[in-house]
């Protein structure tokens, strides 16, 4: 290292210390990279790649971007799962003696951003920490850094049952420890696709045991200390605005795992990745930043707790029931910001005045909505507002203190209202009546001199001065100007006078700033003792704000409030409510659902585009909606609590993992045959497709029997394979449902109404032609069924079905002989040639082998 300079022999000590960073090396008014950072960077970010002599034989790749700009490269690299260090001049570079001090003061990683221009202000970042435990449970252990919320859980079921939970939770970084085996490493690595890191420190320090209070068992507190221990490493500050942390007992809610979000599009759509069309999209009328995280958050788990739900229904109901304090609470709520992270910037000490003007307005809300819950006269809403604490005060102080509209900035001044420092007034008053003073000497100069065009100005670099043109220089009594700078067209100049009222309104100005700054740090770290009331207070608005979106929503879409039994789902009229959002003025078709002991199973048939999907969604959907506390779609509703929902629809590779559609199929499967309980909500979507027809049909009747038998779960099962619908036979809490479809014209008309019973037809050509597949193509391919539907079966095809046990081998083939003989002899009736008697002889002989055929069956 000896051959380089002492700046970069300082970068290369720093940058061994951050291998996994983009080290971010602060250089004047430009973060610079060099070596091999600087290579990848500029291909990331797309800058240029330039050198710099670096006391080396050879020049030093080097990138660079402004300071002033780097938020906006950082947050490119971040959305690319890179670590950004940020490594800043610790002293002034005009008083430093040799090279400038440079520390790291943080490092930014994807699970721990800050900036509201790299987050989304209506989702968590959440950040995970693992702990490996004995029978293949793991803690896991989650923080979100920008509002300071802590969630610690335990998963077991092994490193399956960990990606299902985290990918779920669309956690943005997963902290390790090293000694993790490298089995369950490269899984995670593997199947999450998200920025890995790594900490093997576990030890919790005193200042932070406040917020653990609650966790006794070890798996808890070394997960949670491997994530607060990388926290502090990586921010290097103190984190005062962690919340206690809350233990998640998975027995607490519903749980719904990786897949089944996905399929059922609870947060984002799975074909454009986004929220609209989601669930959450639907029931989001939440107002403020707060109440849509806390959404995402229902949504993701719902309750299970009877009491708790039946809670929120009786809030939901007031809200309807009131109109006008609804609205009313809408309007207050838009007026508040985003608290939970103004807490966390506040800590963070990166917070501005702008943004404690917005504190100051939302804490103005606060009374006006305590009084509007109050007139909703409900027992529940008035304990969930009895809760929040008393703000008068640090409003009060706030308004004394802030400007109505400060800068940004807070080192340029601006911030401060006058009367709230006397020293500042003082040093205020001083600035504003020399500069007052400086107008009276301007014009008293003019007239002393006749110089009409003479002016007093100011620069940063000459200080203020009395400029007078070349043309009047000769105009200037001798003795009294002092020349201080040469222009072109004039001279520039200062008098003993002018001199010495410029050093009182500098001093007064840079003491001004300075004094500014001082009491805006001050107010700052005393509204730091506020941050967990401030975060109570953000909890509860949330709360209100989902509330009132779910009265808002049920009120707007005709919801109705559903009621709970221990074992029967009754749905009259209900409908998938977002297909319904999503067809607007169409007309939606509603459908019943009815389930008891006798009705476990629903066995759905009918053609593709039919809607038996939407069906199977629409109940899942439902009940979730039901046990988040929200009313649901439909004219009644009579629902079991149900502990989980399973669900397998629509088709999807997994690329990543080398998985096919039908692997996917089976695995999803699997998941939840192995997890439901006959308390779950099991989804199954045209099980068995994926692979060869007599393949997919005995998976679909064993996987059938198996939730009948072993499990006894409420199961809404769809499929194509007609022949299972004999199973009702031999099912005892199996029933066959059908969508309807008529035939009209040669085209196929989706009625949507599920009825009881087995579909007659697939449909599938008429799918087709509504698809507008090629007319000689849809020809063809109806000249291809009939011709496959008059052939025989083949040996092959009656061992299939035989190997499904739906009837004997040697009986279906003597049943195809006698039926292919009485076939074949209608078909050689010659019909134009036979006489009337001749043809009801014929028929005669045909009718009594069609009824002897009849009897041996």
């Known amino acids: 290292m000896a051959e380089y300079t002492p700046m970069i022999q300082q970068y290369l000590q720093i940058k061994a210390q951050y291998k996994d960073a983009f080290l971010f090396f602060r250089l004047g008014d430009f973060y610079e990279l060099f070596f091999e950072d600087a290579v990848k960077a500029a291909k990331e970010l797309e800058i240029t790649l330039t050198k710099r002599e670096g006391g080396s034989e050879q020049p030093i790749p080097m990138c660079g971007v402004p300071y002033h700009s780097a938020e906006v490269y ?47 202000e209506k989702q968590n970042n959440f950040i995970s920490a693992i702990t490996p435990c004995h029978d293949e449970t793991y803690g896991l252990a989650t923080s979100d850094l920008s509002t300071g919320e802590n969630y610690v859980t335990s998963v077991s079921g092994g490193i399956d049952a960990l990606i299902h939970e985290v990918s779920a939770m669309r956690i943005k970084e997963i902290i390790l420890p090293t000694t993790l085996s490298n089995d369950d490493k490269n899984e995670l690595v593997k199947r999450l696709n998200i920025a890995v890191s790594y900490e093997d420190e576990i030890n919790i320090s005193e200042n932070f045991q406040p917020i653990i209070e609650g966790l006794r068992e070890e798996k808890y507190l070394h997960t949670f200390g491997r994530l607060l221990n990388y926290l502090l490493r990586t921010q290097k500050r103190s984190l005062d605005h962690l919340q206690p942390v809350e233990i998640v007992k998975q027995n607490e809610y519903m749980k719904i795992d990786f897949f089944s979000k996905r399929n059922l599009e609870l947060v984002t759509t799975i074909r454009k990745q986004g929220k609209k069309g989601s669930l959450a999209w639907l029931l989001d009328e939440t107002v403020t930043s707060m109440g849509s995280r806390q959404l995402v958050r229902w949504i993701e788990r719902p309750l299970i707790d009877r009491g708790q739900i039946e809670k929120r229904q009786e809030m939901v109901h007031s809200l309807v029931e009131h109109f006008f304090q609804r609205e009313e609470i809408r309007q207050l709520l838009k007026g508040i910001y985003d608290l939970e992270r103004l807490a966390g910037k506040i800590s963070f000490g990166n917070v501005n005045a702008r943004e404690l003007v917005q504190l100051k307005k939302s804490l103005a809300q606060i009374p006006e909505l305590i009084r509007l819950c109050h007139e909703l006269d409900n027992h ?121 009222m410029e050093m009182k309104i500098l001093q007064a100005e840079e003491s001004l700033i300075d004094l500014e700054y ?151 499967t699997k998941y939840a045959i192995e997890h439901a309980t006959k308390d779950s909500l099991i989804l199954l979507d045209e099980i068995g497709r994926g692979t060869s027809t007599y393949d997919g049909m005995a998976l679909a009747h064993a996987i059938i029997e198996y939730i009948h038998n072993e499990i006894g779960a409420k199961t809404l099962f769809s499929t194509h394979y007609h022949e299972l619908t004999v199973l009702e036979n031999e099912l005892s809490r199996l029933k066959n449902v059908h969508v309807k479809a008529v035939e009209e014209e040669g085209r196929v008309v989706f009625l949507h109404k599920v009825l009881d019973g087995s579909a007659d037809e697939s449909y599938g050509i008429h799918v087709a032609q509504l698809a507008e597949l090629p007319d000689n193509l849809i020809k063809r391919a109806q000249t291809i069924l009939k011709e496959l539907e008059d052939k025989n079966h083949s040996h092959e095809n009656i061992a299939a079905t035989n190997q499904l046990s739906l009837f004997p081998l040697e009986e279906a083939t003597e049943k195809r002989k006698e039926d292919n003989k009485i076939v074949d ?20 002989q045909l009718h009594e082998k069609a009824k002897r055929a009849k009897r041996k069956r």
């Open 825 to 844: 002899e209608v078909a050689s009736l010659d019909l134009l040639s036979m006489t009337p008697i001749d043809a009801m002889n014929a028929l005669y």
């Open 74 to 120: 950082i947050a490119q690299l971040i959305e690319k799962g890179y670590k950004i260090a940020i490594c800043e001049q610790m002293e002034d570079p005009k008083q430093a003696k040799g090279v400038v001090r440079r520390e790291v003061v943080q490092v930014i990683t994807p699970g721990t951003v800050m900036s509201q221009s790299m987050i989304d």
């Open 380 to 500: 529940y809403m008035n304990e969930l507002i009895a809760e929040i604490p008393p703000f008068e005060p640090l409003t009060a102080k706030l308004e004394k203190a802030l400007q109505d509209d400060p800068p940004i900035s807070i080192k340029e001044g601006g911030i401060i209202r006058d009367g709230y420092n006397d020293k500042l007034d003082e040093y205020r008053k001083i600035s504003i009546n020399g500069k007052d003073w400086l107008k009276e000497l301007e014009l008293k100069e003019k007239q002393e001199t006749g110089i009409k065009s003479l002016k007093i100005g100011f620069n940063r670099v000459f200080g203020y001065y009395i400029e007078v043109t070349k043309a009047n220089l000769h105009l200037l009594p001798e003795g009294r100007y002092e020349r201080k700078q040469t222009l072109t067209n004039a001279e520039r100049f200062i008098t003993p006078e002018l001199k010495e």
């Open 518 to 668: 001082d009491l805006f740090i001050q107010l700052r770290e005393e509204i730091k003792g506020y941050i967990p009331d401030l975060q109570l207070l953000a909890k509860k608005v949330s709360e209100i704000d989902v509330l009132q979106s779910f009265a808002f929503v049920s009120n707007d879409n005709h919801y109705v409030r559903p009621m709970f039994n221990d074992e029967k789902v009754i749905i009259q009229n209900g409908r998938h409510p977002v297909v319904e959002k999503v067809l607007d003025d169409a007309h939606y078709v509603e459908n019943d659902i009815y389930m008891d002991d006798e009705r476990e199973i629903l066995l759905i048939t009918g053609p593709n585009m039919s809607g038996k999907s939407t069906y199977m969604r629409q109940l899942a959907l439902t009940v979730i909606m039901a046990q988040i506390g929200c009313f649901v779609p439909a004219e009644e509703a009579s629902l079991p609590i149900f502990d989980q929902v399973f669900t397998r629809i629509g088709a999807a590779d997994d690329l990543i993992s080398g998985q096919s559609t039908f692997m996917v199929e089976m695995l999803e």
